[in-house]
């Protein structure tokens, strides 16, 4: 028996207006993908020919995306650009692979970049404050002259 490679699935998804684009939700339960986890996706700009029934490719790209709210995953800007992708646009989805957030970091790892994706929230650290304590980070004494 000959074996093949085949994406874990293939769908077609509009853009909306922040470039992204939403794993259907039965292909997420199906696999179990949920917000944090990373999707390896090839993604197709295409053009539908509904009166021949024909789907013609026209470019596409490998990308490596983590996976946010109700599946939706954001396109680089430079894809979108390079594609001529814009809003409402449809594209045509081809789900490589997944790998759970657990698996690819560690717990130190995870710290960090808890604090790396909570946009927004930071703090002012004058010459004479210390820098906040993290028990798992290692840090380096600065001295400000």
């Given at each position: 028996?000959?074996e ?13 207006k ?6 259907p ?6 696999l179990n ?6 999707v ?8 539908i ?8 490719v026209?470019k596409?790209?490998?990308l490596?995306a983590r996976?946010?709210?109700?599946g939706l995953?954001?396109?680089p800007?430079d894809l979108?650009?390079?594609f ?11 789900l ?6 657990d698996?690819?970091v ?7 970049l808890?604090k790396?994706?909570?946009s927004g929230?930071?703090i002012?650290?004058k010459q004479?404050e210390?820098?906040p304590?993290?028990?798992v ?5 600065y001295?400000f002259?």
């Open positions: 028996m000959k093949t490679k085949e994406p874990l699935a293939k769908f077609h998804a509009r853009l909306d922040e470039g992204r684009i939403a794993i939700k039965t292909i997420r339960e199906a993908i949920e917000k944090n986890d990373y390896e996706v090839i993604v197709r700009k295409i053009e020919n509904p009166e021949k029934s024909i789907i013609k026209l596409q790209g490998y490596v996976v946010g709210a109700k995953i954001f396109l800007a979108k650009r390079d001529d992708l814009h809003e409402k646009d449809i594209i045509e989805v081809l490589l692979g997944y790998h759970k957030f698996e690819l560690s717990e130190k790892g995870k710290k960090l808890s790396v994706q909570t929230k930071w002012e650290v004479d210390l820098i304590e993290d028990k980070m290692k840090h380096f004494t001295v002259v």
